[in-house]
């Protein structure tokens, strides 16, 4: 396993901020290969969804946009990889912040259905922010993997990367564009947003509410809509859920750490 030093040594000096076209070749931190193997099960669901493009350096420098520096975070418990753009504040823009949801939240939509006696439901969006188009011109370093493997090069983003200091913000953009939609109504649903509490959500078909908290949905309604609701965002979402839950079910789903 790595030691402390050398992890501080390698954090350190993907970080800098000047650097921003710098590539850290990552270690293994098991000799089973795991994280590796989780890098590129990362790198493969990107490509499916067609998060970035490869493209040359000097095809990005002519461009004029911004070239970042990227960096691997790995959970050698979960062994779970998640590849992070390095966007760094230099100013304070309110804009690029998304609305925050508390525990206390949870409780408009405990109440409906301790009220209306209906069961509730929870689902959890798979890397939320790719689903959200990256609407800047942005390239960033590809990992040492894919260096290794397919040559050097940039990637182009094409959808939102996590470390993008707007990446929530467009996340929830793209959820509400989603629900609002034109697709939506056609599907059966008419989602109003609450104007004073915008992670609140009320469908009227089913009587519906639902409150989002970053990537996690939690809601409750008619049991038939819901699950109608439910199916219908897994068109268009990569998610897990379940729904059905009534008072005495397990909410560890919505406890795990992220």
Not at 25 to 51: P, T, Y
Not at 71 to 96: G, H, L, M
Not at 129 to 140: G, M
Request: with cysteine.
């Amino acid at each position: 396993m790595i030691d402390e030093a050398d992890r501080i040594l390698v954090d350190a000096i993907a970080s800098l901020a000047d650097a921003p076209e710098m590539m850290i070749k990552g270690a293994d931190f098991r000799s089973d290969g795991s994280i590796k193997e989780s890098r590129w099960a990362e790198i493969n669901k990107w490509l499916e969804r067609s998060v970035f493009e490869p493209v040359t350096r000097e095809e990005a420098r002519a461009s004029g946009g911004k070239i970042f520096g990227a960096r691997w975070v790995d959970d050698p418990v979960k062994e779970k990889s998640r590849y992070v753009i390095q966007d760094f504040a230099k100013t304070k823009v309110p804009t690029v912040f998304a609305a925050a949801s508390d525990m206390s939240t949870a409780r408009v939509v405990d109440y409906k259905a301790v009220r209306c006696g209906y069961p509730t439901f929870v689902f959890d969006v798979t890397s939320a922010y790719t689903h959200a188009v990256e609407k800047d011109l942005v390239y960033f370093e590809p990992p040492w993997e894919w260096v290794e493997k397919h040559g050097e090069c940039l990637w182009w983003s094409r959808m939102k990367v996590y470390g993008r200091r707007d990446g929530a913000r467009s996340w929830q953009d793209h959820f509400v564009d989603l629900t609002k939609s034109e697709v939506a109504k056609a599907a059966g649903f008419t989602v109003r947003q609450c104007p004073k509490a915008p992670t609140i959500f009320y469908i009227e078909e089913f009587d519906g509410v639902l409150a989002l908290h970053v990537d996690d949905g939690h809601g409750t309604g008619d049991p038939a809509g819901a699950r109608k609701f439910m199916l219908f965002l897994e068109k268009h979402l990569e998610m897990k859920w379940v729904d059905g839950l009534h008072e005495g079910d397990s909410y560890e789903y919505f406890e795990l750490p992220r």
